[in-house]
Nanobody
Framework: QVQLVESGGGLVQAGGSLRLSCAAS????????MGWFRQAPGKQRERVAA???????DYVDSVKGRFTISRDNAKNTVTLQMNSLKPEDTAVYYC???????????WGQGTQVTVSS
């Protein structure tokens, strides 16, 4: 079955960096659009970044210039490099996969990112 496993979360001071990885299995990874989402306590889940099967990327305005999404189809992984982290980036971050634009079928279990001020 399809599995998405996130790693790389943790506690970091404001201004620091973290690198999240998502390892995918059980699907033809190269054909899927991949996304990183986050959900903070009491807030709605939001899509932070996405990368299409063709490599096109998109970011929510609040992370543009700070976060970079990339994929390695040979390793079935998608990565989110997060720089200049802010306390408001604190959330559980989820990896997701889908075949159609903005429709994500498979989700990982999430990884906690906490940014201290």
């Amino acid at each position: 079955q399809v599995q998405l496993v996130e790693s790389g979360g943790g506690l970091v001071q404001a201004g620091g960096s973290l690198r999240l990885s998502c390892a995918a299995s059980g699907l033809t990874f190269s054909t899927y659009n991949m996304g990183w989402f986050r959900q903070a306590p009491g807030k709605q889940r939001e899509r932070v970044a996405a990368i299409t099967s063709g490599g096109f990327t998109d970011y929510v305005d609040s992370v543009k210039g700070r976060f970079t999404i990339s994929r390695d189809n040979a390793k079935n992984t998608v990565t989110l490099q997060m720089n200049s982290l802010k306390p408001e980036d604190t959330a559980v971050y989820y990896c997701a996969a889908g075949l159609y634009r903005d429709r994500y079928t498979y989700w990982g279990q999430g990884t906690q990112v906490t940014v201290s001020s």
